[in-house]
């Protein structure tokens, strides 16, 4: 299976931790796993490449940016993988919005950390409430977030 995994950066934090261990072990089990990043923070970059893990490195010009959902837009494009994952809700963010209104795109999972955006509200709460239906699996890291979900 060709697979894309998605976060912002492979930093020392947890969520990255996760992806790290997750794209090394189905590499081994013969899956090919490609992991787009947008911030050059590379503490896990090493131990990635020695698993077979390719890491396209696609820097954000500024804060915000659109560059990372044309990227991956035109990776969906592509035809070249069969799954994207994504984990946290910027990530996710740019993965779904990517794939709007494709024909040709991976199965879309998103993995959310956090529970429904507290004190989050106006639009970037409707545009995640919004997005979110349109994945086709989402994982969570809580009961009560699969209820919410």
């Not at 090394?24 to 131990?47: M, N, W």
């Not at 239906?133 to 979900?149: G, K, Q």
């Amino acid at each position: 299976m060709r697979l894309l995994f998605v976060i912002d950066n492979l930093g020392s934090g947890g969520a990255q931790r996760q992806m790290t261990n997750l794209s090394i072990e189905l590499t081994r089990r013969g899956h090919r796993v490609d992991l787009f990043v947008y911030s050059a923070a590379d503490h896990f970059a090493a131990q990635l490449r020695d698993a077979g893990v390719r890491i396209l490195l696609h820097p954000k010009p500024s804060k915000f940016s659109w560059a990372p959902i044309r990227k991956l837009r035109k990776l969906f494009r592509s035809g070249e993988y069969d799954l994207a994952l994504s984990f946290m809700t910027t990530p996710n963010f740019y993965c779904l919005t990517a794939a709007m209104g494709l024909s040709t795109k991976p199965r879309m999972v998103i993995s959310e950390r956090f529970c429904p955006w507290s004190g989050w509200n106006g639009v970037r709460q409707r545009l995640i409430e919004r997005l979110y239906p349109r994945a086709d699996h989402i994982t969570v890291n809580s009961h009560h977030m699969r209820e919410h979900y």
